[in-house]
């Protein structure tokens, strides 16, 4: 895809990592981008201003400058031209302004104006980014959708060593290529997800569950919000940070997850099924905590859940595309098929969980896509990859459908 004036604003806070930023530039102008820099006044005592003008060809915007009568003009022209907008590298001070929704910069105010996906390279200090207030500020701006980049570990210029050093600029480079590439294929959509375990209680401090760490759910989520879809995240039990911009709904049981998915998937044009519900519960279900039985063993009793893949499939509407995932120990595409013909679903994500890399609470998953004509095995890659593998599976199976 070409990415020849489109376009990027960059903002630069003062770090030493600044000079770094000079290479992003020059590395996104040579695909023809048209990148506007915008430096707080600390930036550009680490890097002139007019290293950046030269390497971007465009006027660089900075407070050192600032005619306050242009500010409102110019900082909302900015926001609303940028296609992507990165900061980089970003200090824990710009990282808090903008949790706080705080605009009192050129920077920061056309940061908190613009409606564009949002990209953070965080540089600083190994102990400022760990402080409990930075991780907070970073998980406000994740959940409203900022997405980050880095910081890597290494020595940092101030002689410590941990992590806090930007990322390299061809990997931000890289990361602003996917965003401006971005296909908005699925605007218009009502997506449903559902991810994690659930858990099953057999009184009130104890459960029955399993390792869903709820990654490979919240990057199918992501992946559908940022192609446009409109995202309902079913979640059961969850480890991993959860995505923003979606809306959740929260479940603990797999009847309670039977429930929420009949009830959400019913209007939903897309349904994916990542979600490990726990098939069995106890017959019995104490209000006490169950005591000790003195040495005798003890025997519980276990029911069969209902499907809620099954149940939900048998009321599929027509241009509804339902996604299921199999978790398999062996046989993995025998049984698989099984179960996409069982529960009445369009397509079926199969992976062998005893795989490394593969299944529960790994950042990578290796999968096969099975459909009721064809079949595709994937090579280990990160969720996120295969979670947009999945989605440009379900848009060819739609487009073949009439669906759009
Ligand atoms: O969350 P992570 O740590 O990233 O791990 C990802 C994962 C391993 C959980 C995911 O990749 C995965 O395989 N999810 C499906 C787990 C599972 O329950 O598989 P299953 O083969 O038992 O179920 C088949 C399908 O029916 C699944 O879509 C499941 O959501 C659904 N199901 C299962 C049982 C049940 N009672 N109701 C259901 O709806």
């Known amino acids: 895809m070409s990415l020849e ?4 604003v960059l903002g630069v806070t003062g770090g030493i990592a600044a000079f770094k930023a000079c290479s992003l ?15 707080t006044k600390n930036a550009t005592q680490f890097v002139a201003p007019l290293s950046f003008e030269s ?5 660089v915007v900075t407070d050192t400058f600032a005619r306050p009568e242009t500010w409102e003009v110019e900082h909302i022209a900015l926001a609303k031209a940028a296609e992507v907008f990165v900061i980089a590298p970003a200090t824990a001070n710009i ?10 910069d050129m920077l920061s105010t056309t940061a908190l104006a613009t409606r564009a996906p949002l990209l953070i390279a965080p540089a600083m200090n190994t102990n400022m980014w760990t402080a409990a207030a930075t991780q907070r500020n970073v998980e406000i701006l994740k959940s409203r959708g900022a997405r980050f980049i880095g910081p890597e570990g290494g020595f940092l210029a101030c002689g410590d060593e941990g992590a806090g050093r930007m990322s390299e600029p061809e990997d931000i480079t890289e990361a602003v290529r996917r965003l401006l590439e971005q296909r908005a294929d699925l605007q218009g959509l009502r997506v449903v997800v559902t991810a994690g375990a659930t858990r099953e209680r057999l009184d009130p401090v104890r459960f029955l569950s399993n390792d869903s760490s709820g990654k490979m759910g919240f990057a199918l989520a992501e992946a559908a919000r940022d192609r446009g879809a409109q995202v309902t995240l079913i979640c059961g039990a969850t480890t991993a940070a959860r995505p923003g911009g979606v809306t959740i709904v929260d479940v603990e049981s797999t009847c309670d997850l039977r429930d929420a998915l ?10 994916i099924q990542a979600a490990a519900p726990a098939d069995y519960r106890f017959e019995t279900v104490y209000s006490q905590k169950l005591k000790k039985q003195d040495g005798e063993p003890l025997t519980l009793r276990l029911v069969e859940n209902p499907d809620a893949a099954a149940a939900l499939g048998a009321a599929k509407r027509p241009g509804q595309t339902f996604v299921g995932f199999a978790a398999e120990t062996q046989a993995l595409t025998e049984n698989a098929a099984k179960k996409l013909a069982k529960k009445n679903l369009d397509l079926i994500v199969a992976n062998d969980v005893t795989q490394p ?15 009721r004509t064809d079949r ?20 060819s199976l739609r487009a073949a459908q009439g669906e759009a």
């Open 5 to 8: 004036k489109r376009r990027v």
């Open 25 to 39: 530039v020059s590395r996104l102008r040579k695909w023809g981008v048209q990148v506007n820099v915008i430096m």
């Open 55 to 59: 390497l971007s060809n465009q006027p």
């Open 95 to 104: 990282i808090a302004k903008l949790a706080c929704g705080i605009a009192d």
């Open 262 to 271: 009949l009830a959400e998937g019913a209007g939903a044009d897309i349904v």
């Open 357 to 371: 890399g593969a299944g529960f609470n790994t950042d990578t998953n290796i999968v096969t896509l099975l459909t």
């Open 376 to 395: 595709e095995s994937l090579p280990i890659q990160p969720k996120r990859e295969v979670a947009e593998r999945i989605l440009d599976k379900v848009i």
